[in-house]
């Protein structure tokens, strides 16, 4: 392959050598965030079939961090292809790097669910996604250094922008297959076992990949310094045992990537998660607006990359940082509003008071959800923040259990540990008499039908009086003969109360389950939801566009892979990819959604600091005079 970069290209268009470069480089990555990224799409699916033995709550915040656990890792992938890199070539680094995540994603479309072989599911399920994080970590700066080494001066930000858009694509790409296979199969078989197929498709993207990435050419940059023996031998210990390169390392992560990391997975990631799991939106509603808003937004990476090239990488990237500093607490509120309503409407004019004896209120910091509440107050709260609900604390008198005031009902709340065997049932009442007191004050809680068995018909009809039930009437309704066997299975019945029968009459009662929140398809305004989604990509898009040319021109060729992967991935594997469970995490500790907000925009402050005040502007470096 040509030295492409050899010449100026300020004013030249780009030749079609030099768009043969992006375009090889730019598919392959596409495919290997599909496959990192079909697992956070999926978040709620995996959490079901692989952590099913924990509630709700706990199983969404576990998928979370199994999906982080990928990213935890990326530094580390980052060191060993980086290396790898630097002394064999970028070519045959990211080749490696498309195989071990094909073949990941691959398996975890057929691995068993916990169901089928216990604690071994979730413990390979997150094996593999260590792997994809090892993968990733080699990935973004092969690709980056790539096309950077053959980009001429004075349009590296451009090129580069096109490496940008690969995250963004591939996420979309994830749920345009995710979305066909819901359309196809409908709602209740995908949950079942259609999620698999998008993991499995991705073996027939790796063929792909793998065939685009033979294809290439190795980097004329990195083969020039290889035939004058110029390559570095440790190129680890000389991007990071070497102060004068370590503190730019450091620099690119505190006052770039640590900042571009929390915006753009607060705009791609958690607001997707904030739409489902905290707004209740449809999964599959949810997933379309957030492709619509790829769509409008994701040309933007590419604008900004090209602007960058006239007016510097800083500007366009701190920019970026304030705007969404300013407005991610509006823009969040009016994703609720739209979202749903009701709970917006119900928040603004229900708020809960609790009353608890002091110091029966702990701090509720529970990122792994794994802490169990005892005290009566702490469960009343935890209770209220799973469901939204703000609320007020206030001090009781010593020695008696905290209750929970909302509207004009009061509803006691229980010490798990002085309630014994018995904390379950009381549980059960306390979240009973609780949803009831939230759904008369306006908040979109619905309850399902419930499935009594003719041997249970008169105790639920005399433990809820407010379904205004007779017997008689409910026996004379129409009823299914189901077997006993299945009851007991079903944890309908034990096998005590089937009194030796082979099959029991079972009613359908309406309105007599359990309560869910939820947000009714027909107040969902589309239009506005799209519309502030897109402000969202449009600020990943400033902060993100330019990054891999500032990256880039940090560092010298014989150790430029190592040097920019390690703060890449540190900022986005970890700073990035605990933002959605950290973010989740301290709003439920808080009792106010958008508590977690703070996350995001704590570390945009620090990184938009520490940038303006140390961070050099690199548009006018030629990396090809650096080394």
């Known amino acids: 392959m040509a030295n492409v970069a050899a010449a100026s290209g300020a004013a030249r268009p780009m030749t079609g050598e030099e768009k043969k470069v992006i375009f090889a480089s730019s598919l392959g990555t596409v495919f290997e965030w599909y496959d990192f990224y079909l697992y956070g799409s999926l ?9 099913s033995q924990y509630p709700e709550t706990t199983r969404n915040i576990f998928a979370l961090l199994a999906f982080a656990a990928g990213f935890l890792v990326r530094p580390f992938g980052a060191l060993v292809f980086g290396r790898l890199g630097d002394i064999v070539g970028r070519k045959y680094t990211f080749l490696v790097t498309i195989l071990i995540m094909g073949v990941s994603t691959f398996l975890v479309g057929v691995l068993p669910s916990a169901s089928q072989i216990g604690i071994a599911a979730p413990i390979i399920l997150i094996a593999l996604r260590m792997l994809q994080g090892l993968a990733l970590g080699g990935e973004y700066g092969g690709a980056a250094t790539y096309v950077a080494e053959h980009a001429p001066n004075g349009r590296r930000g451009y090129y580069t922008s096109w490496i940008q858009t690969t995250a963004t694509l591939g996420l979309f790409l994830s749920l345009v297959v ?17 999620w698999r197929i998008p993991f499995l498709v991705s073996v027939l993207l790796l063929g792909v990949s793998v065939w685009i990435r033979l294809k290439m050419n190795e980097s004329p940059a990195f083969k020039k310094m290889k035939e004058e023996g110029k390559t570095s031998k440790a190129p680890l210990s000389e991007a990071f045992g070497q102060w004068k390169n370590a503190k730019i390392a ?25 739409l489902q799991s905290i707004l209740k939106v449809d999964g599959q509603s949810a997933n379309i607006m957030v492709a619509a808003a790829l769509i409008l937004g ?32 509006p823009l969040f509120k009016a994703l609720t509003w739209a979202g749903n309503p009701a709970l917006a409407q119900a928040q603004s004019t229900v708020r809960a008071t609790v009353t ?13 959800g794994t802490a169990k509440f005892t005290t009566s107050c702490d469960i009343a709260t935890s209770f209220l923040t799973r469901n939204s609900v703000p609320y007020d604390v206030v001090a009781g008198t010593a020695g008696q259990p905290a209750s929970v005031k909302i509207g004009d009902a009061t509803i006691a709340s229980y010490d798990a540990i002085a309630a014994g065997a018995d904390a379950a049932a009381q549980d059960k009442a306390f979240q009973k008499q609780v949803n009831i007191a939230l759904h008369d004050g306006g908040y979109p809680l619905v309850r399902g039908a419930a499935q009594v068995p003719d041997a249970k018909l008169d105790a639920f009809i005399a433990a809820n009086p407010e379904l205004g039930l007779n017997a008689e009437a409910v026996r004379a309704t129409d009823k299914k003969m189901v077997a006993t066997d299945k009851l007991v299975a079903d944890k309908l019945l034990t096998s005590s109360e089937t009194g030796g029968a082979a099959e029991m009459a079972v009613y359908t009662i309406a309105g007599g389950g359990a309560f869910s929140m939820v947000a009714d398809p027909a107040a969902v305004n589309w239009i506005v939801i799209i519309a502030v989604l897109t402000v969202l990509v449009i600020y990943v898009t400033m902060v993100y566009g330019p990054i891999a040319a500032l990256l880039v021109e940090l560092f010298p060729t014989r150790i430029r892979y190592s040097g920019m992967s390690l703060p890449y991935h540190i900022g986005n594997g970890w ?9 989740f995490a301290m709003s439920a500790a808080k009792g106010d959604i958008y508590y977690g907000l703070w996350y995001p925009i704590i570390f945009a402050g620090i990184t938009l600091v520490v940038g303006l005040l140390f961070l050099p502007e690199t548009k006018d470096r030629d990396i090809h005079a650096m080394d």
């Open 43 to 51: 978040a709620i699916y995996i959490g079901a079939n692989f952590f």
């Open 356 to 368: 608890a004896a002091p110091g029966d209120c702990k701090f509720q910091f529970n990122p792994t």
């Open 178 to 194: 995710i979305l066909g296979v819901q359309f196809a199969l409908g709602k209740e078989a995908f949950a079942a076992w259609g």
């Open 250 to 274: 450091l620099l690119a992560l505190v006052g770039a990537v640590i900042g571009q990391a929390v915006v753009w997975y607060t705009g791609q990631f958690y607001a997707l998660f904030f």
């Open 575 to 583: 700073f990035g990819g605990l933002l959605p469970a950290t973010a």
């Open 298 to 329: 994701t040309s933007f990476f590419v604008i900004f990359g090209w602007l960058s090239d006239k007016i510097g990488r800083k500007p366009i990237i701190m920019a970026g940082l304030v705007l969404a500093m300013l407005t991610y607490f």
